[in-house]
């Protein structure tokens, strides 16, 4: 397995594996168990970088992942998230605040099994919180052991100066593919600049880049993508235009459109690594079959030129949620 830093300091497979999907957000959950046997053959083949969050379940993602890699200590790295929780009326909450923080991470660390946890990422920016405060509160845990790296979710560029100021970030976490490019006009300079990784989520764009679905794909009552304008069935009719572009460099390359994806984030800088999501071990091993895609700086111009000329269409989140970002 390919290896790869984050903030020059932390060393993970150069793919990790992002749990919330067994749990969360995709549908009713997962078997427990198939996903543990899954999470058993993820580290069988090389990965050792696990993403999770209290929020994911709730709370639910991480017992899974925590019982799954508790014979594993030491051998992996498990990153999860503190400042969001669910509202009385199911709504979603930002909760930043340094009690709040310190809360969580002592019952995140028992619902992992750990004594320390690897990668502590603020999952959003909390307005009502100064960034100073959530920086300091994660510095204390950090001097208490109890956490070893920090980072951001979905930070702007101003939030993650002022965090690094305080306590040096290992890690920022966001959205990034072929279909959603924003971090590259200024996060990804940004985080060159300061010797920050990237952890790119949904690499696959929430599974629409895998060639998997289409206008006439039916999602299950409770899977998020309901909601999502780029997934209505007409955005996805239009965006079949990017599925069809990695199909045909696919097919040179004797690859599936889902490696073509990823070797191309691969391959912006070698201090990204995404975390694409599965339920099925033959994703998975798709997935790492990317490690042996070889794209050479002809193929990452054709597929960055065509890319750019297509014009996704719909926003990636309902206005609510993106209205949270600090992108």
Known sequence: MQKRKLGNTLEVSALGLGCMGMSHG?????????????????????????????????????????????????????????????????????????????????????????????????????????????????????????VKHFGLSEAGIKTIRRAH????????????????????????????????????????????????????????NSDFRNIVPRFTPEARKANQAMVDLLARVAKHKKATPAQIALAWLLAQKPWIVPIPGTRRLERLDENLGALAVELTSADLREITSAATKIAVQGARYPDALEQRTGL
């Open 165 to 220: 100021a305080i306590q040096p970030l290992t890690a920022v976490q966001s959205e990034y593919s072929l279909w959603w490019r924003r971090p590259e006009e200024q996060l990804l300079p940004t985080l060159d600049e300061l010797g920050i990784g990237l952890v790119p989520f949904s690499p696959l764009g929430k599974g629409f880049l895998t060639g998997t679905i289409d206008e006439k794909t039916q999602f299950d």
């Open 26 to 146: 995709y549908g009713p959950a997962a078997d427990k168990k198939q996903m543990i046997a899954l999470i058993h053959k993820a580290v069988e083949r090389g990965v050792t970088f696990f993403d999770t969050a209290e929020f994911y379940g709730p709370f639910t993602n991480e017992e899974l992942v925590g019982e799954a890699l508790a014979s594993f200590r030491g051998k992996v790295v498990i990153a999860t998230k503190f400042g969001i929780k669910l509202g009385a009326g199911g709504q979603q909450l930002v909760d930043s605040r340094p009690e709040q923080i310190k809360k969580s991470a002592e019952a995140s660390l028992k619902r992992l099994r750990v004594e320390s946890i690897d990668l502590y990422y603020q999952h959003r920016v909390d307005p009502q919180v100064p960034m100073e405060e959530v920086a300091l509160a994660v510095k204390e845990l950090i001097r208490e052991g109890k």
